[in-house]
């Protein structure tokens, strides 16, 4: 017990922890009111309610996250969190906003533990204000499937954190410490396979020999080994394979939008719940380089290697970014990179005596102030499916998702007429069997079974391993009479089900 508390004691500062807390529930804590957006939420979730059992938990830990062929996410640690949620809140959105709150609050307090290894507690504890209300991190904290990116955060920073630790004092705790961290930010997200650099990067910075820490190195090689062993098997049901070929056709692409996220580091003004078109901000951009060439120019000194290590950590975690087909820039992909921003800053002003006094402590409060409106406003974007994708479809007029999911929202008011005009525009955009599948779903409602049938048909000619166009055909056939064919569309149903781990609750259609 003695040795727990020394713990607690060596690794947690209770005042950082409690001025961050009052400002994280003061900010998002409206956020618990929210609603779900049925933006992956539904897929994840309430779609899941059956699936996200302990009975399951084979399927739970080696299918990809969505469970579809083309999905290349091994993510258990995010359906593991959904899991237990599961069991307190149900489909009750409270809960999972709760824990939403929770992973930010505790991504922040890692970033402000790992960075006081090094700068003034106080000047952190300033920066890592400024990093819980950034406006460009809020749909991790607002949407429930953004917390992906904090919780690796949290896995990733600490495992730097105890690394250091390691490093400094050789004990076993902090070399356990950091292996259990690395483990789970790799199965939380495919980046953490990067964190080695940094740990290398480490030792240079410390001046420490690479010799005798070689060891280590070969166990995290091990480590990452067996991940990619385990990543191979999940998706060995997979047809589809992103080659190199296509991983740099996505960053041809896609690269022009670090623009935008090099602007949002300083001015996070143009921000989009729903970005689906390459988005750069020129102007921005240069506006925020100039500012580190100002802080550059301002700075009495700093160490170039750990300038490097923050602009490396920052572009290295945001370079997969660029690799993924269909990328939509989300403004929250900023944070685990911007932590190697605050580096870079702190590095710049850790010598900086004049921080504090009242102009510049004016000046921080107006910033802070301004961060914290900006979030608690923007935020109300995803307070639920209506808010959520009419401003979608407001701001991306062109995307075919947003004007299916506004189709859907149109035809749960009865509005039919206006409803099929969004699910057609939709299908005009990009023909989609889930498109296909929606409109179908519209015509069974308005007794319109033969188009119906058609455009299950037409989707299944663009998706064979969609099992609810299976299951949607099954219930025409039967409606039809042709129960054979219904049999027939229910068998595949079955099928697919098992092959894609998709759903685990398979509903009985009567013959």
């Known amino acids: 017990?003695?040795?727990?508390?020394?713990?607690?004691?060596?690794?947690?500062?209770?005042?950082?922890?409690?001025?961050?807390?009052?400002?994280?529930?003061?900010?998002?804590g409206k956020t618990l009111f929210f609603d779900w957006t049925y933006y992956d939420d539904d897929v994840l979730i309430l779609d899941k309610q059956e699936y996200l059992s302990f009975s399951n938990i084979k399927?739970?830990?080696?299918?990809?996250?969505?469970?579809?062929?083309?999905?290349?996410?091994?993510?258990?640690?995010?359906?593991?969190?959904?899991?237990?949620?599961?069991?307190?809140?149900?489909?009750?959105?409270?809960?999972?906003?709760?824990?939403?709150?929770?992973?930010?609050?505790?991504?922040?307090?890692?970033?402000?533990?790992?960075?006081t290894l090094r700068y003034d507690k106080k000047k952190t504890l300033?920066?890592?204000l400024f990093f819980l209300c950034h406006p460009a991190l809020t749909q991790a904290v607002a949407w429930v499937p953004g917390r992906n990116d904090s919780l690796l955060t949290i896995f990733l920073v600490l495992s730097c954190y105890f690394f250091?630790?390691?490093?400094?004092?050789?004990?076993?705790?902090?070399?356990?410490?950091?292996c259990v961290f690395f483990i789970l930010a790799l199965f939380t997200k495919e980046t953490a396979i990067v964190v080695p650099v940094f740990y290398f990067m480490i030792l240079i910075c410390n001046k420490k020999g690479i010799k005798q820490y070689l060891l280590h190195f070969v166990i995290i090689t091990l480590i990452i080994l067996i991940y990619l062993l385990y990543r191979n098997i999940v998706l060995n049901y997979q047809t589809y394979s992103l080659t190199f070929k296509i991983l740099i056709i996505n960053f041809y692409s896609s690269f022009p939008t670090i623009t935008k996220y090099i602007a949002n580091i300083f001015f996070p003004v143009k921000l989009s719940i729903f970005p689906t078109m390459l988005e750069v901000n020129y102007l921005l951009c240069i506006t925020s380089v100039l500012?580190?060439?100002?802080?550059?120019?301002?700075?009495?000194?700093?160490?170039?290697?750990?300038?490097?290590?923050?602009?490396?950590?920052f572009f290295l975690f945001l370079f997969p970014t660029f690799l993924m087909p269909n990328n939509q820039s989300f403004d929250h992909r900023l944070y685990l990179p911007l932590?190697?921003?605050?580096?870079?800053?702190?590095?710049?002003?850790?010598?900086?005596?004049?921080?504090?006094?009242?102009?510049?402590?004016?000046?921080?409060?107006?910033?802070?102030?301004?961060?914290f409106t900006i979030t608690f406003l923007y935020e109300q974007n995803f307070k639920n499916k209506?808010?959520?994708?009419?401003?979608?479809?407001t701001i991306s007029p062109n995307s075919d998702i947003a004007n299916a999911m506004v189709g859907g929202l149109l035809l749960e008011?009865?509005?039919?007429?206006?409803?099929?005009?969004?699910?057609?525009?939709?299908?005009?955009?990009?023909?989609?069997?889930?498109?296909y599948n929606n409109l179908a779903a519209l015509y069974y409602r308005t007794k319109r079974i033969d188009d119906a049938e058609q455009c299950l048909l037409k989707s299944l000619s663009l998706n064979n391993k969609n099992p609810n166009v299976y299951y949607n055909l099954s219930l025409i056939y039967k409606l039809k009479g042709e129960n054979e064919k219904a049999q027939e569309m229910k068998d595949w149903y079955i099928k697919v089900f098992n092959d894609t781990n998709k759903v685990s609750k398979i509903e009985d259609i009567d013959l």
């Open 1 to 28: 017990m003695s040795k727990f508390k020394n713990f607690i004691t060596n690794h947690f500062n209770i005042t950082a922890f409690l001025i961050f807390a009052v400002v994280v529930f003061s900010l998002y």
């Open 339 to 371: 932590v190697g921003i605050m580096i870079v800053v702190l590095e710049f002003i850790n010598k900086n005596d004049k921080l504090f006094k009242i102009k510049n402590i004016i000046i921080c409060s107006i910033i802070f102030l301004l961060f």
């Open 413 to 435: 008011r009865g509005l039919y007429n206006e409803s099929e005009e969004k699910y057609k525009k939709a299908i005009e955009l990009r023909e989609s069997s889930k498109h």
């Open 386 to 393: 209506e808010i959520f994708w009419v401003k979608a479809y």
């Open 59 to 115: 399927n739970i830990l080696f299918t990809t996250v969505f469970g579809q062929d083309g999905d290349k996410f091994c993510r258990p640690v995010l359906n593991l969190t959904f899991l237990f949620e599961k069991y307190f809140y149900g489909i009750k959105p409270l809960g999972y906003h709760f824990t939403n709150i929770l992973i930010h609050l505790f991504a922040v307090f890692s970033i402000f533990l790992f960075l």
């Open 291 to 313: 500012v580190f060439v100002l802080l550059f120019i301002k700075s009495r000194s700093y160490n170039l290697k750990i300038i490097s290590f923050g602009f490396i950590w």
């Open 164 to 178: 250091v630790k390691y490093v400094d004092k050789n004990k076993k705790t902090s070399l356990i410490l950091y």
């Open 126 to 128: 300033i920066l890592c």
